[in-house]
């Protein structure tokens, strides 16, 4: 069963950092792409970044760009969101997702239960 | 930027009856749609991709048609674990990936 747990999540003051986690299993991590998604309280999902299953390709929002930063360990099984320079606009539940194997395709078929980022002063 | 739009914002729903939601794309995305349930306090789950294809798991009753700009999904007969916000999202424009704002289903 394919499992995506998120952690790291937490309340912190503007201009602070935060990392987040995600813990990959059930599935071969390292073959996949990964994904943030996010979603402000009461609203819908933005997409925020991308690291292709080998770290070779990696975006960003332009919203985040400059700000968040990616990145994955494929012998730990995880995932990872550096978050620097936090704004209050950042407040979001933010979920890891995975593409589907066989691309390209880039719809997202994996989620996990997502951690809570509240950047408040 | 392609827009996602959905219609309406909120449909109201007897269990048993059938659902109809609407989802517009700024520009043609072809056939590269996917939708979304989202329940309360939980993760986004894939329903459809490719416009029409039902994930794994996905019941019959969900079905989705369109191409281009203008595509549907539809419940066929409502069951009471299918209210919750539905969300289309187009990946034609990798890595530019966009959501639609949603469409909440509740009883009527």
């Known amino acids: 069963e394919v499992q995506l747990v998120e952690s790291g999540g937490g309340l912190v003051k503007p201009g602070g950092s935060l990392r987040l986690s995600c813990a990959a299993s059930?599935?071969?991590?390292?073959?996949?792409?990964m994904n943030w998604v996010r979603q402000a309280p009461g609203k819908g999902l933005e997409w925020v970044s991308s690291?292709?299953?080998?770290?070779?390709?990696?975006y960003y929002a332009d919203s985040v760009k400059g700000r968040f930063t990616i990145s994955r360990d494929n012998a730990k099984n995880s995932l990872y969101l550096q978050m620097n320079s936090l704004r209050a606009e950042d407040t979001a539940v933010y979920y890891c997702a995975s593409l589907p194997l066989l691309g390209p395709l880039y719809y997202f078929d994996y989620w996990g239960q997502g951690t809570l980022v509240t950047v408040s002063s | 930027e392609i827009v996602m739009t959905q219609s309406p914002a909120t449909l109201s729903v007897s269990p048993g009856e059938r659902a109809t939601l609407s989802c517009r794309a700024s520009?043609?995305?072809?056939?590269?749609l996917a939708w979304y349930q989202q329940k309360p306090g939980q993760a986004p789950r894939l329903l459809i991709y490719?416009?029409?294809t039902r994930a794994t798991g996905i019941p019959a009753r969900f079905s989705g048609s369109g191409s281009g700009t203008e595509f549907t999904l539809t419940i066929s007969s409502l069951q009471s674990e299918d209210f919750a916000v539905y969300y289309c999202?187009?990946?034609?424009?990798?890595?530019?990936?966009?959501f639609g704002p949603g469409t909440k289903v509740d009883i009527k």
């Open positions: 999202q187009q990946y034609n424009n990798w890595p530019r990936v966009t």
């Open positions: 520009q043609s995305v072809s056939s590269n």
């Open positions: 690291i292709s299953s080998s770290s070779s390709y990696i």
């Open positions: 059930g599935f071969t991590f390292s073959s996949y792409s």
């Open positions: 490719g416009a029409s």
